[in-house]
């Protein structure tokens, strides 16, 4: 009965309404989208369809139509300080909405819904910015894009929320098949969002952070950058690539050599080091 109560609930959503009686069962607290869209990630985050559903659709029915004007103003995304991107908060919002509501589709295996959403994402919301805690922000549409991409190409390829340390997970757990391309996939994405952040950590710094771990933490760009190239080529190595290897290697080396990667077991260790062991057994 829930499984057909979502389905239904999905197909609704995708005429942009929810039945009265299911919002209902939903707080929408101070009813503004930074709130809206925030529970509609945690939704996601908790596999709660109904609820991303509920969320995202009451952020369009509220501010949709002030997102239009704000895109109609723009022939491109929004640059310069924090608040000057910020001042376009219902565009933001209302896209990031969108992205959230065709994630939620695609990972109930709705592929047309998906794709329906995302485009309508990419047309209409075009230059809405999505801000990410670590301090940056990333363009919905473009992620979408990638999106219908993986969707009509059938690929497993899956960014997440595009965090680093989300990538840079997925890159670790693809390293044991040996699958290169897969893996480039990821650690290059890590370093396409988080290279140049992650340049500026390094150039910060003269030593390794070695203070607090929530210290060394704080150079969160710098770490999974270091660490995606150091998976990167450990990938090409094992797949007999050896000069890629070598050159993946240098280039964290050179540029990254501050960085470090967090061990579950409780130690951090340091990609570069590990990356010069390489070369010298490497020859």
Request: proline share 6%; with cysteine.
């Given at each position: 009965m829930k499984k057909i109560f979502i389905v239904t609930l999905l197909l609704m959503a995708s005429f942009g309404f929810v039945s009265p009686k299911a919002a209902m069962a939903y707080n929408f607290g101070d009813f503004r989208s930074v709130t809206l869209t925030t529970k509609a990630w945690e939704a996601l985050n908790q596999k709660d369809t109904e609820a991303v559903l509920a969320y995202t659709n009451k952020c369009l029915e509220l501010y949709a139509e002030q997102a239009i004007k704000m895109q109609?103003?723009?022939?491109?995304?929004?640059?310069?300080?924090?608040?000057?991107?910020?001042?376009?908060?219902?565009?933001?919002?209302?896209?990031?909405s969108l992205f959230i509501q065709g994630e939620a589709y695609r990972r109930a295996d709705m592929k047309e819904e998906a794709k329906a959403v995302y485009k309508k994402l990419m047309t209409e919301f075009t230059y809405g910015q999505a801000w990410d805690t670590n301090g940056w922000f990333w363009k919905p549409a473009e992620a979408a894009k990638e999106k219908l991409a993986m969707i009509d190409s059938g690929s497993?390829?899956?960014?997440?929320?595009?965090?680093?340390?989300?990538?840079?997970?997925?890159?670790?757990?693809?390293?044991?098949?040996g699958d290169v391309a897969t893996i480039s996939l990821y650690t290059d994405k890590v370093v396409e969002l988080y290279g140049e952040k992650a340049r500026t950590m390094q150039d910060s710094l003269t030593e390794y952070p070695w203070q607090s771990r929530e210290q060394i933490f704080n150079?969160?760009?710098l770490n999974d950058v270091g660490t995606s190239l150091f998976i990167k080529a450990e990938a090409l190595k094992k797949a007999g690539k050896v000069d890629e290897a070598k050159k993946v290697y240098k280039e964290l080396i050179d540029?990254?050599?501050?960085?470090?990667?967090?061990?579950?077991?409780?130690?951090?260790?340091?990609?570069?080091?590990?990356a010069q062991q390489a070369l010298d057994e490497m020859g």
């Open positions: 109609s103003e723009l022939t491109d995304y929004p640059q310069g300080k924090q608040d000057e991107i910020f001042s376009y908060w219902a565009l933001n919002d209302v896209a990031t497993v390829i899956d960014f997440g929320d595009y965090s680093s340390a989300f990538i840079t997970g997925q890159a670790w757990r693809a390293l044991p098949d150079y969160w760009a540029k990254y050599f501050y960085s470090q990667c967090w061990d579950p077991q409780g130690w951090f260790w340091k990609p570069a080091e590990a």
